[in-house]
Nanobody
Framework: QVQVVESGGGLVQAGGALRLSCAAS????????LGWYRQAPGKEREFVAS????????????SVKGRFTISRDARSDSTKKTVYLQMNSLKPEDTAIYYC????????????WGQGTQVTVSS
């Protein structure tokens, strides 16, 4: 089992920045990639960014490319990782609940979601 806990949300003005953190832990954490999703009121949950377990590759939604950066800490402990989402040049349309997700890298397995953290961008 993997646990993921988000933090760092809040209220910010348009053009500002926030950094979200996702603390992931679990004995089998090395089998998971980590990523961020978001869900705005009345909309479907959507992909934001992801990073593979060894940190070598990151992917972004087109809507956040050039503004958001995903990264992870470099701890050698394979059972604990923190993944960050640095969000710059925030726009009101970035307002959403942001969720961290641990995605199993194999062919069959359980994915895990955090409880979410609210990001509100005022115009």
């Amino acid at each position: 089992q993997v646990q993921v806990v988000e933090s760092g949300g809040g209220l910010v003005q348009a053009g500002g920045a926030l950094r979200l953190s996702c603390a992931a832990s679990g004995r089998r954490l090395s089998l998971y990639n980590l990523g961020w999703y978001r869900q705005a009121p009345g909309k479907e949950r959507e992909f934001v960014a992801s990073i593979i377990y060894n940190g070598s590759t990151a992917n972004y939604a087109d809507s956040v490319k050039g503004r958001f950066t995903i990264s992870r800490d470099a701890r050698s402990d394979s059972t604990k990782k923190t993944v960050y989402l640095q969000m710059n040049s925030l726009k009101p349309e970035d307002t959403a609940i942001y969720y961290c997700k641990a995605t199993f890298r194999g062919s069959a397995g359980t994915d895990y979601w955090g409880q979410g953290t609210q990001v509100t961008v005022s115009s």
